[in-house]
């Protein structure tokens, strides 16, 4: 059962040009939603995270929004950069305690020169 | 930022012995950590969640007697794979949350195990 879900497995972007990652979730307890950047080989990169409070968070060219009644999320950067290239992962948790991460399956960028 | 860090990257082992993967939080207290495996081409699996100072929750189908975990401190988790077999080589990952209700989990930087 796969509560988080990236439909898109790969995209590709011009540079200069906006980014859109999507990911939906099934889990209605869920109610924190984070981004991971991962290279080959490498773990998992922070990225931006948003609690279920919000609908917008926003920290330089990556903002993530929100939509809970459709239970869909999304990544936007803008603009591309080749160094954007990467599998973006999308994540979902309960908050607090000890409440494990559900990752979703991954998009790969690519980001065009 | 928060530093978590893993230790080795890469291991090679014989089959049917054991081999140990470490993970610290080095700037600050992690009483959850989390370990994943991830498969070529595949997302992220969580096999288990420790906290510390208790016992390790395991997800379905992972075998807790062979993957043995132990979060004896709050800057310290391990995992030791144990009787390795061929089929046991993947990339390894750890994660771990900061106290204090933190929602922000950051990640190790992956062992790669590979079992002759």
């Known amino acids: 059962d796969q509560q988080v879900k990236q439909n898109s497995p790969s995209l590709s972007v011009q540079e200069g040009r906006i980014s859109i990652l999507n990911c939906d979730y099934t889990?209605?307890?869920?109610?924190?939603f984070l981004w991971y950047k991962k290279y080959p080989a490498e773990g998992p990169t922070f990225l931006i995270s948003?609690?279920?409070?919000?609908d917008k968070n926003e920290d330089g060219r990556f903002t993530v929004f929100l939509n809970k009644s459709a239970k869909h999320l999304s990544l936007h950067i803008v603009p591309s950069q080749p160094g954007d290239s990467a599998v973006y992962f999308c994540?979902?948790?309960?908050?607090?305690?000890?409440?494990?991460?559900?990752f979703g399956t991954g998009t790969k960028l690519q980001v065009i020169p | 930022g928060a530093v978590v860090s893993q230790h080795p990257s890469r291991v090679i082992c014989k089959s049917g012995t054991s081999v140990k993967i470490e993970c610290r939080s080095l700037?600050?207290?992690?009483?959850?950590m989390f370990w994943y495996r991830q498969f070529p081409k595949q997302s992220l699996m969580l096999m288990a969640t420790?906290?510390?100072?208790?016992?390790?929750?395991?997800e379905q189908g992972v075998e807790k007697d062979k993957f043995l975990i132990n979060h004896a401190s709050l800057t310290l988790s391990t995992l030791t794979v144990t009787s390795a077999h061929p089929e046991d080589s993947s990339f390894y990952i750890c994660?771990?949350?900061?106290?204090?209700?933190?929602?922000?989990?950051?990640f190790g930087e992956g062992s790669w195990l590979t079992v002759v």
């Open positions: 994660s771990a949350r900061s106290g204090g209700g933190g929602n922000t989990i950051y």
């Open positions: 889990n209605s307890m869920f109610d924190y």
């Open positions: 948003i609690s279920s409070i919000k």
């Open positions: 994540a979902a948790s309960v908050s607090g305690g000890y409440q494990k991460v559900t």
């Open positions: 700037d600050f207290q992690a009483t959850t």
């Open positions: 420790s906290n510390e100072g208790s016992k390790a929750t395991y």
